[in-house]
């Protein structure tokens, strides 16, 4: 299984450099919809809802201090699959030309975000609120 490294260096691949947190947003939306479309998560790591939205804890690690970035250190496109690929390319053409900011107002209206910040800042969105609102 990929991890969610190998998602954002994929994703900067196909569609370039981006601020961090716009890609952030795009590494959730592709776990949120593969786990929807492709009935199967993505990455195994956790997503937590954070004051601009969603965050990848361990990506964010690779890329805190940088308002711009253009590669993941330790991320391989190659993990992903033709199906994965697909699930990611179909996001970045529904997500890819909105802001970071647009992105991160979007998932502040969405209830997996609400509802894990409801409980706390750096609360888990879980896989279960992902199925339940996006299906």
Not at 40 to 65: C, M, T, Y
Not at 112 to 130: D, Q, Y
Request: glycine share 6%; with cysteine; proline share 3%.
């Amino acid at each position: 299984m990929p991890s969610a490294l190998d998602v954002a260096a994929y994703i900067l691949e196909q569609h370039g450099p981006m601020t961090a947190m716009k890609l952030q947003k795009l590494v959730y939306y592709s776990q949120a919809w593969s786990i929807v479309w492709d009935d199967n998560e993505l990455f195994s790591e956790e997503i937590q809802a954070w004051k601009n939205g969603p965050v990848v804890r361990e990506l964010w690690d690779v890329h805190k201090g940088r308002f711009r970035v253009s590669e993941i250190a330790g991320g391989n496109s190659d993990t992903l699959d033709e199906d994965q690929c697909d699930t990611v390319n179909t996001v970045l053409k529904f997500y890819g030309d909105h802001s970071a900011q647009w992105l991160s107002d979007l998932t502040h209206l969405e209830d997996p975000w609400k509802n894990a910040w409801a409980e706390g800042a750096n609360s888990v969105i879980t896989k279960e609120a992902l199925v339940e609102y996006y299906s």
